[in-house]
């Protein structure tokens, strides 16, 4: 029973005879303290929509070393700070005839300074800073939204304990 639960929990797809390609990326959910209010970093990405900076591992990189590369890369900012690891995502697209199944690694990384500028490169166009509630409506992609959801959790509970004094 416990076998057919976790099975409705997964993404479906149509069954088709398109071959599937296992696409692996990795990205950062930004955030810095603006007068001890935490603010999160979305990225206008090339096809106008906002979401989080994040890419394809490259060469022998571990997801978190991919994170912290696509994070300065798309943003510009290097002072970044790695305080936890987040949910991974996956998603289908097709590319083609080709249908991916995409993951995504996440990762919690604070960034106490540094102005950001957007890898226009790379098609993105704007980097903003927002309060949780703005980011997650601002969000153009669901399953960002939860990571957000998550990291924005971890943000306040460690915010509220070391105001508390329970945290060093």
Not at 28 to 37: L, P, T
Not at 42 to 67: C, F, M, S, V
Not at 86 to 96: A, Q
Not at 153 to 168: H, N, Y
Request: contains cysteine; aromatic residues 8%; hydrophobic residues 35%.
């Amino acid at each position: 029973m416990s076998e057919r639960r976790a099975s409705r929990n997964r993404p479906r797809r149509r069954a088709s005879d398109a071959p599937v390609r296992i696409e692996t990326s990795s990205g950062g959910v930004v955030y810095r303290r603006e007068d001890s209010f935490p603010l999160f970093l979305l990225i206008r990405d090339p096809y106008g929509n906002w979401g989080l900076p994040k890419g394809h591992l490259e060469g022998g990189e571990t997801p978190l070393q991919a994170a912290v590369r696509e994070v300065t890369e798309e943003t510009g900012l290097a002072d970044l700070d790695v305080v936890a690891q987040l949910p991974t995502i996956d998603w289908y697209f097709k590319d083609g005839a080709v249908v991916v199944h995409k993951f995504c690694h996440f990762f919690l990384i604070e960034s106490a300074s540094g102005e950001t500028v957007p890898q226009l490169e790379e098609g993105i166009t704007e980097c903003i800073w927002l309060p949780l509630r703005d980011a997650l409506s601002t969000l153009s992609y669901a399953n960002a939204r939860e990571v957000l959801r998550t990291a924005g959790g971890r943000v306040t509970d460690a915010t509220q304990s070391t105001s508390r004094g329970v945290l060093s």
